[in-house]
């Protein structure tokens, strides 16, 4: 098996499966290229590198942070404020129910775009780092 053969199912992965084939594979393009850099890298680097992928925010939480953020910040701003604050509210708790359901919501193409990456594509760059400890 390939260093970088971790399966990830389009299918069943629903974030991958509502992004363009475009952002994906320019996100699994990076991935391989951090994979090929620590292929050869000393045990110290790749266990350094393995520890920054353990820190990594993967898209649901990047999400999860972001929706809880703004919907407390619009149910401050409107009860203190103007109550049209509340409709941020509503809007981000929305979002957040659409991407619950769907695995898509507005922000998702944006977070995407910027390389945010699923705990799958964290997990192959793992697996990869991984195997290549095991094979020394």
Request: proline share 3%.
């Amino acid at each position: 098996m390939a260093l970088s053969s971790y399966p990830i199912d389009n299918d069943a992965d629903r974030v991958r499966r509502s992004t363009s084939d475009a952002i994906n594979q320019q996100i699994d393009r990076l991935t391989d290229s951090h994979i090929a850099h620590y292929r050869h890298a000393s045990h110290d680097e790749i266990v350094q590198r393995m520890r920054a992928l353990d820190r990594e925010w993967d898209i649901e939480r990047v999400l999860e942070v972001n929706a809880s953020t703004l919907a407390l910040t619009g149910l401050a701003l409107g009860v203190t404020g103007n109550r049209k604050w509340l409709f941020l509210t509503g809007s981000v708790l929305a979002f957040l129910l659409q991407h619950g359901l769907q695995g898509w919501c507005p922000p998702l193409p944006v977070l995407r775009r910027l390389g945010v990456r699923t705990r799958d594509e964290i997990g192959r760059e793992k697996y990869a780092l991984q195997a290549a400890l095991d094979v020394r």
